[in-house]
């Protein structure tokens, strides 16, 4: 079973910045195209970044500009680049496959932006 493991996340001001960094038991994330979703409270979980199967990369539209998605294949990690962070940008962020068979969601790392 492949456990999800979110960090990075914090309380940062309006325009800030923060990188967020996933990482999995096992070395698998390589091996599949990865993105990072969030969910804000009262809402539902949404996909904000992510891989595609030929290596590209795509983003919602909220964030495009602002969030850059990466991945260290040697290192096994796949990362959220957050810049020019806004109080909509406010939730917990996950990563996980962007498509079927996702893996088991992990605990997501809380992201604050206070205006």
């Known amino acids: 079973q492949v456990h999800l493991v979110e960090s990075g996340g914090g309380s940062v001001q309006h325009g800030g910045s923060l990188r967020l960094s996933c990482a999995a038991s096992g070395s698998i994330l390589r091996f599949r195209p990865m993105g990072w979703y969030r969910q804000a409270p009262g809402k539902q979980r949404e996909l904000v970044a992510s891989?595609?199967?030929?290596?590209?990369?795509t983003y919602a539209t909220s964030v495009e500009g602002r969030f850059t998605i990466s991945r260290d294949n040697v290192a096994d990690t796949v990362s959220l680049q957050m810049n020019s962070l806004k109080p909509e940008d406010t939730a917990v962020y996950y990563c996980?496959?962007?498509?079927?068979?996702?893996?088991?969601w992990g605990q997501g790392t809380h992201v604050t932006v206070s205006s």
């Open positions: 996980n496959a962007p498509n079927p068979p996702y893996f088991d």
């Open positions: 891989f595609t199967r030929g290596g590209r990369t």
